[in-house]
């Protein structure tokens, strides 16, 4: 599921992706993957896509936040949580500090060197 959501998110061009393993903080979920994109219109599009990819696969996903506004979207897919956010946003609230996982920049081919 977490490369289906990388893959959902490069196609539409999102970048700085974050998965982050928060299995061991919280019961609620799995995996966190947060990403950024260019401008709310962008935080949407990357949403819909997700939504639709994960459907398309089997999968169930719950629901989606922040659409509306589009500075910070919500996906929920149970077993990972997307954040999609403009860069002002994720800096503002920085969920990687804040989730204290060790944190992975990856890509749908391969981890980055930050991951190895």
Request: aromatic residues 6%.
């Given at each position: 599921?977490?490369?289906?959501?990388?893959?959902?998110?490069?196609?539409?061009?999102?970048?700085?992706?974050?998965?982050?393993?928060?299995?061991?903080?919280?019961?609620?979920?799995?995996?966190?993957?947060?990403?950024?994109?260019?401008?709310?219109?962008?935080?949407?599009?990357?949403?819909?896509?997700?939504?639709?990819?994960?459907?398309?696969?089997?999968?169930?996903?719950?629901?989606?936040?922040?659409?509306k506004e589009g500075?910070?979207?919500?996906v929920d897919l149970?077993?990972?949580?997307?954040?999609?956010?403009?860069?002002?946003?994720?800096?503002?609230?920085?969920?990687?500090?804040?989730?204290?996982?060790?944190?992975?920049?990856?890509?749908?081919?391969?981890p980055s060197a930050?991951?190895?």
């Amino acid at each position: 599921m977490k490369d289906a959501v990388v893959n959902a998110i490069e196609d539409i061009k999102g970048f700085d992706i974050t998965v982050l393993d928060v299995s061991k903080l919280t019961s609620m979920t799995n995996y966190m993957i947060i990403c950024s994109a260019n401008s709310s219109r962008q935080t949407k599009a990357i949403a819909d896509n997700i939504y639709v990819e994960l459907k398309a696969k089997g999968y169930n996903p719950r629901g989606l936040e922040g659409e509306k506004e589009g500075e910070w979207v919500l996906v929920d897919l149970s077993e990972v949580i997307v954040h999609i956010m403009i860069p002002t946003t994720r800096a503002y609230y920085n969920l990687e500090q804040l989730w204290g996982g060790e944190a992975k920049h990856v890509t749908a081919d391969k981890p980055s060197a930050a991951s190895a």
